[in-house]
């Protein structure tokens, strides 16, 4: 059922405690290299301040280990950085009132917002209780805000403290997605419920093991599924192809014959790569490169897809109407063996053009996208990958379903 939305109720005067996901790369001197996931949660934020509500922002980042401040994984960068987005859009600057999210300091600064205001809370995985989902640090965080927004999606599908025991301490208050979540669930959720045909799903990466529920699931629904990246040597190993040295997950090839077996038996095709470029080193500049056809030479292992794979999946997808991208072709990060995932990620943007919905799920597609400037070109490029994946599986959200649905 869909889900209010911040944009749906009137923030005028309200406390809005906001979760955003500013979990972002920092430098060695706490200078943030990459601001998409600030940039990504600016809508929301701009329409509670633009709307005269008072902005409490909370958010992790990295991986402390919770037992209190550690100063390479302070919020305090983030502020700077928002502050610097949004312009004449904030009243000053956005307040970091505290190294700690629910000390007084924090509590006062939230309480003493005024309208159009905003504040960022530190770091919430300072504190145990957020991964394990304490109802006592979930209380003090609801007592910063009069209405719940949940506005991030890549920590989704976490019960953290701030993702579930929060909205649950907040019952009777306002629980609504912000704009950010709210497309999410759109693409990811309603629009593959019923893709429009031929659904054709791209799965790429290193691990059969990370995608195995997502195929599972996707291979009832899929018309095809083109596999690229490492986890393909594992499909072709099942088949009984030589992948020379390839990465091999050994302990999956009889799960992976399985998935084979199953696409068939529900009438998805799932298709293989057929040549490969290869190289003797996992190395950019040295070892001996070749491409192969059919199986990969003794001391070789496949880096990319070859150029027979890229035109046969590019034909594909130049016909599809739905399109989930999920996983590179290669090491795409690597000029040499960039190639497949720039023509295949090219292809996705020529469906796009003529009319297909286009889905990146994140992770490391979503990096590839950006890196070959297709962005853009692209229906939806989803923020959260263990998310967005775990919803390609067909799970439900306890984070989402404790918002409030529209009336």
């Avoid at 995985?125 to 009069?146: M, S, T, V």
């Avoid at 709210?182 to 959720?189: A, G, P, T, V």
């Avoid at 599972?216 to 990246?229: E, F, K, P, R």
């Amino acid at each position: 059922m869909p889900k209010r939305t911040i944009d749906q109720i009137d923030v005028a005067s309200k406390r809005v405690l906001m979760r955003v996901d500013f979990n972002v790369p920092l430098d060695d001197d706490g200078q943030i290299t990459d601001d998409i996931r600030i940039r990504a949660a600016l809508p929301s934020i701009r329409y509670v301040l633009e709307n005269g509500g008072r902005l409490i922002l909370m958010s992790h980042l990295g991986r402390p280990d919770g037992t209190g401040y550690q100063p390479e994984f302070s919020l305090e960068p983030c502020a700077k950085r928002l502050t610097e987005l949004l312009g004449d859009t904030l009243r000053g600057e956005v307040r970091f009132p505290s190294h700690d999210c629910v000390d007084g300091a924090a509590t006062a600064a939230a309480q003493m917002l005024a309208d159009g205001e905003c504040c960022l809370l530190e770091n919430l995985r300072f504190h145990n209780g957020e991964k394990k989902g304490d109802p006592e640090f979930a209380k003090k965080l609801a007592a910063h805000g009069e209405v719940y927004c949940n506005n991030a999606f890549g920590t989704c599908h976490r019960e953290h403290a701030s993702m579930v025991a929060v909205p649950e301490a907040m019952i009777g208050a306002p629980r609504v997605s912000g704009s950010l979540v709210e497309k999410e669930i759109r693409y990811l959720n309603d629009a593959l419920a019923h893709p429009a045909k031929p659904f054709v799903v791209v799965l790429g990466g290193a691990k059969v093991s990370d995608k195995l529920p997502a195929i599972a699931h996707l291979i009832n629904t899929a018309d095809t599924i083109l596999v690229g990246g490492a986890m393909a040597y594992t499909f072709l190993q099942a088949t009984g192809a030589k992948v020379g040295t390839s990465r091999v997950e050994l302990e999956m090839l009889e799960q992976a014959g399985e998935i084979l077996s199953k696409a068939s038996e529900a009438g998805c095709t799932i298709l293989l790569p057929t040549d490969h470029v290869c190289s003797t080193t996992f190395n950019e500049k040295t070892g001996d490169n070749t491409t192969a056809k059919g199986d990969i030479p003794d001391g070789y292992m496949g880096l990319d897809i070859g150029p027979d794979t890229r035109e046969a999946y590019a034909s594909v997808l130049t016909k599809a109407k739905t399109i989930v991208w999920n996983g590179p072709m290669g090491v795409f990060e690597w000029d040499l063996f960039a190639v497949g995932t720039r023509q295949v990620g090219e292809a996705i943007v020529k469906a796009t053009q003529n009319g297909a919905i286009s889905i990146v799920g994140g992770g490391d597609s979503a990096a590839a996208a950006e890196q070959f400037g297709l962005v853009n070109d692209l229906s939806h490029v989803s923020t959260g990958g263990g998310a967005s994946l775990e919803m390609l599986s067909g799970k439900t959200f306890r984070s989402v379903e404790l918002l409030d649905n529209v009336n």
